[in-house]
C-alpha cells in the first residue's frame, strides 16, 4: 500500500485525478469502480475540468458504482445514483448507458448483486476502483464484521455509519439501514485501488487500515494484501500514522516511477 500524505486536501485530489487521467488516456476504454461520499467530490472536478479542457474524455469509459441505499429509488436525492449524476456523469462526457449502479429498489436484491458482478466480469474486471473510507474503516459498505472475502450482497448499515451520513438526510431516522454493497473480496479484485481520506475524523481509520492488523474490523485494511493501491490522505487523516514520514519519503520515489 502506497500513502501519499499531502498538504491539503485539494493538493491529494489533484494527484489521485492524476492517476485516475492517466489510465484514460493511456486506455480509454478502461473500466472505472466509483465510489460516493463527500470525499471524492473535489477529484471528480478534477476530472470534469480535465474533459472541459479535452484533456481526457470518458466516451468509451465504463463505470460500476461501489453501492446503493437499499430502498431507495435512482430519482431519490440522497441515492447514490442520484448524487453519481450530479457529481460527476452529468458534468463529463460518459454515456450513462455505460455508468453501472446497483438499483436499489431490487425486490430480488440476491438476483441482483449476482447479475452486477457477472458484468463487472463480463467487462473484464475493473481496472481503477476509487474508494472513500468510513470512521470506523469501512469500504463501501462493508461494516465491521463483513468476511474480507465477501460478494455484492444486502449489508446493514452500523449505528456509526448512519450517525454519519444523516449529515445529508432531514433526520438520522431516513437514513435507510440497509444497502447493497460490493463485498471487500469484489473490491480487492480491481487491479488498481485509489483510496481518499481526509480530516481527522478519519485518522482512527486510516491508522487501523495501514498500520493494524488486516481484519474484518477495519474492512479496508484487506488492502494491505493488494499490490498496487494507493490511499491519497491530507495531513490530518495520516496524522496518526507511526510512519507517515517514511510513507511520504517512499510515495515520492513510487509517484515518479
Ligand atoms: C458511505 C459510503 C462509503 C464512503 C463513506 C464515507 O458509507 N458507502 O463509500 O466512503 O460513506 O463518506 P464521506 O466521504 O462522506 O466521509
Known amino acids: 500500500m502506497e500513502i501519499v500524505i ?19 488516456k493511456e486506455n480509454p476504454k478502461c473500466v472505472l469502480g466509483l465510489a460516493t461520499g463527500s470525499t471524492p467530490v473535489e477529484m471528480y472536478d478534477c476530472l470534469a475540468k480535465d474533459v472541459k479542457a479535452k484533456k481526457i474524455s470518458f466516451k468509451n469509459v465504463k ?22 449524476n450530479e457529481n460527476f456523469f452529468d458534468k463529463i462526457d460518459i454515456k450513462k448507458s455505460n455508468t453501472h449502479v446497483l438499483n436499489g429498489l431490487a425486490k430480488d436484491w440476491r438476483k441482483e448483486c449476482a447479475a452486477y458482478e457477472a458484468q463487472i466480469k463480463k467487462a473484464g474486471g475493473i481496472d481503477l476502483q476509487v474508494l472513500g473510507i468510513g470512521s470506523d474503516g469501512h469500504i463501501a459498505f462493508n ?60 485518522a ?3 491508522k487501523g487500515m495501514v498500520e493494524g492488523g488486516m481484519s474484518q474490523f477495519c474492512t479496508a485494511s484487506a488492502l494491505q494484501a493488494h499490490n498496487d493501491a494507493w490511499v491519497f490522505c491530507d495531513e490530518e ?19 515518479k516511477g
Open 63 to 84: 463505470s460500476w458504482n461501489l453501492d446503493e441505499y437499499y430502498g431507495l429509488a435512482p430519482t431519490h436525492d440522497q441515492s447514490y445514483r442520484y448524487f453519481m
Open 237 to 255: 487523516a495520516a496524522s496518526k500514522l507511526k510512519l507517515k514520514k517514511f510513507y511520504a519519503w517512499r510515495s515520492e520515489i513510487e509517484m
Open 6 to 24: 499531502c498538504k491539503t486536501k485539494k493538493e491529494a485530489s489533484r494527484k489521485a485525478a492524476d492517476m485516475i487521467a492517466k489510465l484514460v
Open 143 to 202: 461494516e465491521p464484521g463483513s468476511s474480507l472475502a465477501s460478494r455484492t450482497r444486502i449489508v446493514y448499515l452500523t449505528p456509526q455509519t448512519i450517525k454519519d451520513n444523516a449529515r445529508f438526510f432531514k433526520k438520522a431516522s431516513d437514513v435507510p439501514v440497509s444497502a447493497l454493497s460490493m463485498g471487500v473480496g469484489t473490491i480487492c479484485e480491481a487491479k488498481k485501488v485509489v483510496l481518499l481520506a481526509f480530516g481527522k475524523n478519519k
Open 204 to 206: 482512527d481509520a486510516v
